[in-house]
């Protein structure tokens, strides 16, 4: 069947979509497969056939389908298959090289049509037809092709593959087609360029990976890791072994006759599968054998030798027997060179690999296919024991690695000359620093006593320092500071710091009774002098003196005196005990310091504890003042709050008893006047038109009916008014000043009422709930308005927090959980009562709660609080009333304060 050519504008407008896609596709990637891939499909929906392939070809000719799209119910698939050179015959290849020819077979018609791609800038692009070849023609059929269309793909001017399209029924392909299909064909020649340029791109930075990795191995002194350099070279290379023979001492050597260094012993790493050597071999090396050696001078010291089978390697015939046990096949080996020098090789082995190769046979079990052949039957060719050959970059990767190892090798031999001499070196210089270091850290543990001293001036932690400091750099058995009785005349004592050897007994603690010290060393020492003895039983000691020194193994010592000023406080003891010993002046010395130090720290201690006590006790009379000072603003603050209500109270007392005893008169005057008037209208029907207007005009019923009520509420409110300023009166209590009997629950009810506006809501605030709980309280022995007072920051508190917790809530928040302050009241066995004030706000931490009823401590912002508030409720509870106060609270849990103050008090006078 021949389809028609499709109109020229259609065609036109096809092309055009076809190059877009095809060009989209090579923008958004560079891996050649996909754009492959994508292209075939484009291609055959462009061309409606029936499959479209891309056949790639190998050095060796044979080609292979690397990409395909195919209607599979039409045409079998051919996607992977490889097909021999012999299927291209070598003068089609010449010509799709050299005129870059395109054809068209229509097998029906028995013509094949082709057209030179060179032509096409000069008009010369019309296909030129002639009879089809008939072993072609055989070709195509077998396969069950029809029609069929090439197109040669090319790469740097070489023939890289060809797109082919396929169709099981006659099809005309026109050279508008044609010209559209090269268009897409020189696109893909593009992208494959594109694509081997990324290829180089990434094995180049996977070549330089490599090498920049095994450098790091190699260069990371003191410990040049050339066996894991080495592992890792054969893991980049693909091999299955590899070999780094070095030869030791090359900077000394010199060459036999074998070229092997005379003398010297090799070092040898492996890695992976090695070949194995006879017991009674001539070398122990492999490295070693002149078939390995002259091949370098033959061709030359500095390149590597790829063999790619040593089995076919005349040179190696000596060797090979080595290998004969092992799959090893390929050899790759670099000389390793300095400076014109060899010091050694490193090989890498490959074994030899099996491949399996898919053929496109002659047999194929689809219908279409009426001429089977066997050269396109599906067959698998397996081959065992093939050689895995080298590549160029291969051998060039493992060319800079050599110089990498070599130079590697040159640095370790180098470090260890230098290792070697510094080694001597270091030995001269410890000994003469030896006794620099001894006086540097001599210094240093004056140093450090010194900034002990300062830092602290305790002298527990001085000695204790001083102690472990001193016997660590003097090497010695004891170190101890003993310390004189007062009033003992320097006989008797005892040691109280001590750092001693696990194998001698302690002294510390322990007293010690010498009388024989008064007499002969009292007065030496309290001139500054030491007491050094190398040997206690060849230093004219008396018995008394040797026996104490025995009882604590000494047989060695150095003492020197602890003075406070021109007094003898103690002695710095320094105990060898293991064995006699000659101490050297540097040391006398440095013990002679650390006493001098010592006695420093002693006057220093003693005038830190003066200084400190005086330091408390101004400390302790500035905590008094302040809370004097505040006691007394508090104090003020709240008389002068006491004088005010009481003012405003007495005012408003005195115009309110005036209204509130003539409402009385009022109501009796007023009742009079209504009666008169009823009176006169039951006796008096016919009243005045004048006066019956007036009446109706002033609505003398509705007044006759009303007035008697606003009398009965204005009576009303004046109580009230009276009732109010009664509460402030309580609240002041000037008139109670002293400790009275009171009704603590007046008190509470006094300080609520004072506070009443802040517990109301209003338009943008929400209310505080209060929550009363009285028990039967009896009446408290207190102080009425210092208590008030108490009761007044309390709950004043309680309201700064609930108000500050509302405004951080939402108005379904607090709905659903309203502030609420609780105050109860209880009496406690008859002799204590208690009231206790909480609120369910935020409550508080443990941090701020410890610090709560310290003076000026406020959680509040500035401005808002003095910090005065509690600690004068504290002060007022406990010291004036010999109770408690105390705050329970927990973040998240609201806080409670829990006043507890007696009944009665015991004296108050002594309370004041």
Same mark, same amino acid.
């Given at each position: ?26 923008? =958004? ?116 092709? @029809? ?41 893909? +020649? ?80 492996? +890695? ?23 091949? %370098? ?22 060797? =090979? ?85 070599? !130079? ?19 030995? =001269? ?12 850290? =001599? ?6 006593? &010194?900034?002990?001293?300062?830092? !602290? ?47 001698? +007994? ?57 003075? @406070? ?25 440095? &013990? ?82 209504? +009666? ?27 007044? !006759? ?9 204005? @009576? ?10 009664? !509460? ?13 009997? &009171? ?113 000026? %401590? ?38 409670? %304060? ?15």
């Amino acid at each position: 069947m021949t389809i028609s050519p499709l109109p020229n504008c259609q065609l036109q407008v096809e092309q055009e979509n076809l190059l877009r896609h095809v060009t989209d596709r090579i923008r =958004q990637s560079l891996e050649l497969q996909e754009i492959l891939d994508a292209t075939v499909v484009e291609v055959r929906a462009f061309l409606q056939t029936d499959r479209i392939l891309i056949y790639k070809f190998y050095p060796n000719h044979n080609g292979q389908v690397v990409a395909e799209s195919v209607d599979r119910t039409r045409l079998p698939s051919l996607l992977g298959l490889n097909f021999p050179a012999d299927d291209i015959p070598l003068h089609a290849r010449e010509l799709f090289i050299q005129a870059r020819v395109r054809s068209v077979v229509d097998v029906e018609s028995g013509q094949i049509g082709q057209s030179s791609a060179n032509n096409l800038n000069v008009g010369e692009s019309s296909l030129q037809y002639r009879s089809l070849d008939p072993c072609h023609a055989e070709y195509l059929t077998a396969m069950g092709v @029809k029609s069929s269309m090439v197109v040669p793909v090319f790469y740097h001017e070489q023939l890289w593959g060809l797109l082919v399209s396929h169709h099981a029924d006659s099809k005309v392909i026109s050279e508008a087609l044609l010209q559209g299909i090269q268009l897409v064909v020189d696109q893909l +020649s593009v992208a494959i360029t594109q694509s081997m340029l990324l290829q180089q791109v990434r094995e180049k930075a996977d070549r330089e990976a490599t090498i920049n990795r095994i450098t790091t191995l190699l260069h990371s002194l003191p410990t040049i890791e050339l066996q894991k350099a080495l592992d890792e070279t054969v893991a980049a290379l693909q091999g299955s072994g590899g070999r780094l023979f070095v030869q030791g001492g090359f900077f000394k050597g010199q060459y036999n006759a074998e070229g092997i260094l005379a003398g010297s012993s090799p070092n040898l790493y492996i +890695s992976g599968a090695q070949p194995t050597l006879p017991d009674r071999a001539k070398w122990p090396y492999i490295e070693q054998y002149s078939g390995w050696t002259n091949h %370098f001078q033959t061709v030359g010291d500095f390149q590597p030798w790829a063999i790619t089978d040593l089995y076919e390697t005349p040179s190696l015939r000596n060797l =090979q027997s080595f290998f004969q046990t092992t799959p090893i096949r390929s050899l790759l080996i670099v000389p390793l060179w300095i400076r014109q020098q060899w010091v050694g090789y490193l090989s890498l082995f490959r074994n030899e690999i099996e491949t399996e190769t898919l053929w496109a046979g002659q047999f194929d079990p689809d219908e279409r296919q009426r001429y089977p052949r066997l050269s396109f039957d599906v067959w698998r060719e397996s081959k065992s024991g093939q050689v895995h050959p080298w590549s160029d970059g291969d051998i060039q990767l493992v060319k800079n690695l050599g110089h990498q190892f070599a !130079s590697a090798i040159e640095q370790n031999e180098l470090y260890q000359r230098i290792q070697s001499l510094n080694l001597t070196l270091e030995t =001269q210089v410890q000994e003469r620093t030896i006794e620099l270091q001894q006086a540097t850290e =001599q210094q240093k543990i004056l140093f450090e006593v &010194v900034t002990e001293m300062r830092k !602290s001036l305790d002298l527990s932690t001085i000695f204790a320092t001083v102690t472990r400091r001193v016997r660590r750099i003097l090497q010695v058995d004891r170190v101890g500071v003993y310390q004189f009785d007062l009033d003992s005349d320097c006989t008797d004592g005892k040691f109280v710091a001590e750092k001693v050897s696990s194998k001698f +007994s302690s002294a510390l603690e322990i007293r010690i009774h010498d009388h024989c010290f008064g007499e002969l060393y009292q007065s030496l020492y309290q001139q500054g002098r030491l007491l050094v003895i190398n040997d206690i039983h060849h230093a004219n000691l008396q018995n008394c003196h040797i026996s104490i020194l025995n009882r604590f193994q000494v047989k060695a010592l150095i003492v020197a005196p602890l003075l @406070k000023g021109e007094f003898l406080w103690g002695l710095l003891c320094i105990h060898q005990c293991a064995h006699v010993r000659e101490w050297k002046p540097s040391e006398i010395q440095f &013990v002679s310091q650390v006493a001098e130090q010592l006695s420093v720290a002693l006057a220093q201690a003693d005038l830190l504890a003066q200084t400190q006590s005086q330091a408390n006790q101004l400390a302790q009379t500035l905590r008094e003042l302040q809370q004097a000072q505040a006691q007394l603003i508090q104090t003020e603050k709240m008389s002068s709050l006491g004088q005010l209500v009481a003012g405003v109270a007495h005012e408003i007392n005195n115009p309110v008893n005036f209204i509130y005893g003539n409402l009385n008169y009022i109501a009796s005057y007023t009742e009079d006047l209504l +009666s008169l008037t009823q009176l006169h209208q039951q006796h008096y029907s016919e009243i005045d038109t004048t006066i019956r207007e007036k009446a109706e005009a002033i609505d003398l019923d509705f007044i !006759s009916e009303d007035l008697p009520k606003i009398i009965a509420s204005m @009576k009303i409110g004046a109580d009230r008014i009276r009732q109010i300023v009664l !509460s402030l009166r309580n609240f002041s209590r000037l008139d109670q000043a002293e400790m009275k009997l &009171v009704n603590i629950h007046e008190g509470i009810d006094s300080t609520l009422l004072i506070l009443q506006h802040r517990l109301r809501g209003k338009p943008d605030v929400a209310g505080i709930e209060l929550i009363k709980t009285y028990g039967d309280l009896p009446l408290v022995e207190c102080y009425a308005g210092q208590l008030n007072q108490v009761f007044m920051n309390l709950i004043s508190n309680a309201i700064d927090s609930l108000e500050e917790w509302n405004l951080q809530r939402s108005p379904q928040s607090i709905a659903q959980q309203p502030a609420i302050i609780r105050i109860c009241t209880e009496a406690l066995n008859n002799e204590r009562v208690a009231i206790r004030i909480s609120d369910n706000g935020m409550g508080m931490s443990e941090a701020v709660r410890s610090h709560l009823f310290d003076p000026f %401590f406020t959680t509040k912002p500035v401005g808002k609080g003095t910090g005065l508030g509690l600690s004068i409720s504290y002060q007022i509870i406990t010291d004036k009333h010999g109770g408690q106060l105390r705050c329970v609270s927990a973040p998240g849990q609201g806080a409670e %304060f829990i006043i507890e103050i007696p009944i009665r008090q015991p004296s108050p006078t002594t309370l004041i």
